[in-house]
């Protein structure tokens, strides 16, 4: 008998409420008709979703975690881009 | 006081459901990955679902106060109903996978015909039914097709599985007296109508699994009417041992 791991998939699922697919974890699957079955028979037991993605992990491109400062402080400096220095007016109610 | 057809037909459609359930349930723990092992618990339930509504249903029709718990767990293998298939062994994935494949076939286009059935409880039981059993037969027509076409030991194995298992399709296409009596009365499907139905599912499957279909051959018969293999003893030793046990105990 072989003890050679299936592929990884990401899973994502867009629940009843949501707009878009949300990453909620992975399966291992031998392919892509099976990692969609696993990822409905793990993740959405509990009526969590109305449609399902699967990738293929190895498909994901990841940022390098040494490249945080590179990639990410020079946003920390630029409060400007956060929206908060607008007056709203009150007839706008809740945004 | 005797049985009506009506009662005996809900019994075999709820003991199929809880003894394939039940079966299934046995793999969980011992799964060969984590997410089958969640794949197949999620199957047993959807049957032992099932078995819950047609007990409950079998119980009212009886009308001798006996409620799920007491058909499902205080009657001897001599009185289940249902078909040999349900009972037989795990065995290998293979085995499991192609005893799905046969059953689901079987249930999926049976719950689509009794959702037009001129009982009320029935047909409603099969709409909830009919969606389980397409992914049933979704889930276990994609492993066979993949253990059929994979490797020289998994395509032995289905081969294997589907040769042993054959014997037991016949039974499910069986109409007895008591059948006939509500196919007349327009609330059974006339089981022998479905058999084309079934006959391309498994055609489609094993043909895209390079597997053999086994040919008619000599069928098995007899767990309607409660004449089981010695299986089903084993199965209800362990079903209802806590019952047995400690009559009336509750959660």
Redesign the interface.
């Given at each position: 008998m072989t003890e050679k791991n299936?592929p990884l998939w990401e899973v994502f699922i867009r629940s009843r409420t949501g707009l878009a697919h949300r990453h909620v974890g992975s399966?291992?699957?031998?392919?892509a008709?099976?990692a969609l079955?696993?990822a409905r028979?793990?993740y959405t037991?509990r009526g969590e979703g109305l449609s399902l993605w699967v990738v293929p992990s190895s498909a994901i491109v990841a940022s390098d975690p040494a490249d945080k400062d590179l990639m990410f402080e020079p946003t920390a400096s630029k409060i400007y881009r956060h929206p908060t220095f607008y007056d709203v007016p009150d007839e706008v109610g809740h945004m | 006081m005797t049985e009506t057809p009506l009662f005996r037909y809900t019994l075999r459609l709820a003991d199929n459901a809880l003894v394939l359930g039940h079966r299934l349930s046995e793999w969980v723990g011992r799964a060969p990955v984590l997410e089958e092992d969640l794949a197949l618990g999620n199957l047993g339930l959807d049957l032992i679902g099932q078995a819950r509504a047609f007990y409950v249903y079998a119980g009212e029709i009886e009308g001798r106060g006996r409620d799920e718990d007491a058909l499902a767990y205080l009657r001897d293998a001599g009185e289940y109903c249902n078909v040999l298939l349900v009972e037989q062994p795990n065995g290998d994935f293979a085995a499991t996978m192609m005893r799905q494949l046969f059953y689901s076939a079987f249930a999926h286009p049976f719950f689509e015909a009794l959702q037009k059935s001129r009982d009320a409880t029935l047909a409603a039981i099969a709409a909830k039914a009919v969606k389980e059993m397409a992914y049933h037969v979704r889930h276990s027509a994609e492993w066979v097709i993949r253990l059929g076409d994979g490797t020289d030991e998994s395509h032995r194995r289905a081969q294997q599985a589907a040769d042993d298992l054959w014997t037991y399709t016949g039974e499910l296409f069986e109409a007895d007296a008591v059948e006939r009596a509500l196919i007349e009365a327009g609330i059974a499907p006339d089981t022998a109508a479905l058999r084309a139905s079934f006959d391309n599912a498994i055609n489609d499957v094993f043909d895209e699994a390079t597997l053999q279909r086994p040919g008619s051959g000599f069928m098995q018969s007899g767990g309607r009417d409660g004449r089981h293999s010695e299986h089903l003893g084993f199965i209800l030793t362990e079903l209802q041992f806590l019952q047995r046990v400690y009559p009336g105990a509750k959660w």
């Open positions: 299936w399966v291992h699957a031998v392919d008709e099976m079955q696993n028979d793990v037991r | -």
